[in-house]
């Protein structure tokens, strides 16, 4: 079974860069019609599709977001990352890793890190 785990910093300052990790184990990112997400939650919100990479490298990001998100992978780690420029307090939330597959069913989920924006 895939198994996710979210890593990074917990406090990121206004107007400077959201860097995450999540680290798989138990399948291979690469693995045929594998899709590797980013999720947020802000506080009272609703969760918020970020974008995805999938196992050829093509990413996929939210329009809404598309102009300050990077996702990347390093296949040596069997890892993805997620990069958000320029963040705003608006940009904390509680933010999460799931592994889809062909259809956009989600498989599995990271049990998610909090990410607060704040001076």
């Known amino acids: 079974q895939v198994q996710l785990q979210e890593s990074g910093p917990g406090l990121v300052k206004p107007s400077q860069t959201l860097s995450l990790t999540c680290t798989v184990s138990?399948?291979?990112?690469?693995?045929?019609?594998?899709?590797w997400s980013w999720i947020r939650q802000p506080p009272g919100k609703e969760l918020e599709y970020m974008g995805a990479i999938g196992y050829s490298g093509t990413t996929y990001y939210n329009p809404s977001l598309k102009s300050r998100t990077t996702i990347s992978r390093d296949t040596s780690k069997n890892q993805f990352t997620l990069q958000l420029t320029s963040v705003s307090p608006e940009d904390t939330a509680l933010y999460y890793c799931?592994?889809?597959?062909?259809?956009?069913?989600?498989?599995?989920w990271g049990q998610g890190t909090q990410v607060t924006v704040s001076s």
């Open positions: 138990g399948g291979s990112i690469t693995t045929n019609d594998y899709y």
């Open positions: 799931a592994h889809l597959v062909t259809g956009g069913f989600f498989m599995s």
